[in-house]
């Protein structure tokens, strides 16, 4: 390494120390912790993404949130060059450097993992990192960080975004690589163009039982409901009503946000009794997670949700039809329904039903993701609502050649149509990553195509209740998994454990992982009625303490 390059890294790095005693890991969705402790991370994420710019020669970003996390957390994570999630095989090195103990430390890492990689690096080089963040007071000092990381590698510049949604940020850095526009007007522009493409193309015929044209979102007091005003304004055809909208008083995810809808089954703050009878979503603090809901009546503030598993039903019905209005090639076309074992039971049953081929794989959007990019089209989708839908480059070459081609029969003309709207639905939702904006006029628009009420959609079939519950443990990480993590393989005889208290209920499911972005441990259960479900989970719970106490012993 040169030694100007040698005396930047020094130099920089002694400005962000390492704070003592914390040990931190790349987890599901990058690194996540209190604020006050990530500067170090942060700055160092800055080199790693410059790192993987010069590595890949292509514009790389990085993302400044905690997500659906309490406001005082933080975190950040990369973006690759297609605008996925960072390559799993550079987290190792994630890990290395955010836990480098010192400058010394972090620069004889910096320079073998360059050696070993290849990396063109050193003057006449050049990387250039898009930087973003969402709503919370600490990303402004954050971002400076991340600023100096990234500048630290000769050569690399920042590129300051502003506050984003996290999809926002992935939509630009794949547009960026691709060499399509890449600002967020154009990311406004193609959504509500690709909106009101499919708002034309539905059909006049179909029989619409619906009264609501108006739905109510709840922005988590977050950047999700700041773009969502902006991003209404060039929607036609629905009224969209932005509540928690992150500009007045309220607290990020503060009892309000999907990830509290979901996990709660509570409407979020800002909504009452009076909003029964009216189509209600949720976003979460970076936009990326999206759930349905309608208020229940009486005093209990229920809600009946209607969660991510469902919307990738609704999806999967969509995407099927216009599949089966394609004349020709229809059977050679591969869909794949991408699910975690958090999925509701009773939403498998219903898409296996469908003849869909489901595959589950590990929680995390960076495995789903992978998988569902291996299909002509994959419906990816986590139960609490982060997916997206993907069409690969083949296939939408030739949904654009089938369009070109000019129609004679009714027939033919249906698949023109057909092939039209899965080349607005290509635009509208995004293939980077899952984004609750797109998710939600992707939505709205097949509940219109269809005739939808909410209510008719939740009826698509009933969810199994289900419970999940955290359990704090001296170390999560003694529980091993297999199986897109619904067998555990240690502590040893934890899941024979597991298994004889799922026997003892009917439709009894249960599995138990450590959380990627937070110290517990995770417990699900499922069960034909809410007190077995309950239950179950609650016995599982205290086999795992009594399990992880052993094995801390030992
Ligand atoms: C059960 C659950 O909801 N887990 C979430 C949560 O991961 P954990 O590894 O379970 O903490 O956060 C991830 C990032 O947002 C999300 O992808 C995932 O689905
Ligand atoms: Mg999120």
Known sequence: MAADQQLALFQTASAFPLPPGVKFSYGTAGFRADAS????TVFRVGILASLRSLKTQSVIGLMIT???????DNGVKISDPSGGMMTQEWEPFADA????????????LINQFVINNNIPFGRGQYAEVLLGRDTRPSGKALLEAAKQGVNAVIGAIAVDMGILTTPQLHWMVRCRNKGLKASESDYFAQLSDAFGCLMDLRSQTIETNRTDSKVIVDGANGVGGKKLEELKQGVKGLEIEVRNSGKGEGILNAGVGADFVQKEKLFPGGFGESDS???????????????YFCVLKGNSKKVDLVDGDKILSLFAIFIKEQMSLLEEKKEKIKLGIVQTAYANGASTDFLKQMDLEV??????????HEKAAEYDIGIYFEAN???????SENFLHWLETRNAEVSHTSAGFEAQKAALRLLAVSKLINQAVGDALSGLLLVEVILLYLGWSIERWNELYQDLPSRQIKVSVADRMAITTTNAETLVVTPPCLQEAINSEVAKHSRGRSFVRPSGTENVVRVYAEA????????????????VKHFLALATSN
């Open 528 to 543: 034909s009625t809410q007190q077995a479900a309950d239950c179950l989970a609650q016995s599982v719970a205290e086999h």
């Open 385 to 391: 609502g982060h997916g997206t839908i993907l069409f």
């Open 277 to 291: 009878g009216t189509r209600c979503a949720s976003l979460d603090g970076d936009a990326d997670r999206l759930v």
């Open 359 to 368: 595959v589950l794989t590990p929680t995390g959007v960076k495995y789903l």
């Open 97 to 108: 450097l955010a836990n480098a103990s010192d400058p010394d430390d972090l620069f004889k």
């Open 37 to 40: 402790i990530l500067a170090s």
């Open 66 to 72: 905690a997500s659906h996390n309490q406001v005082s």
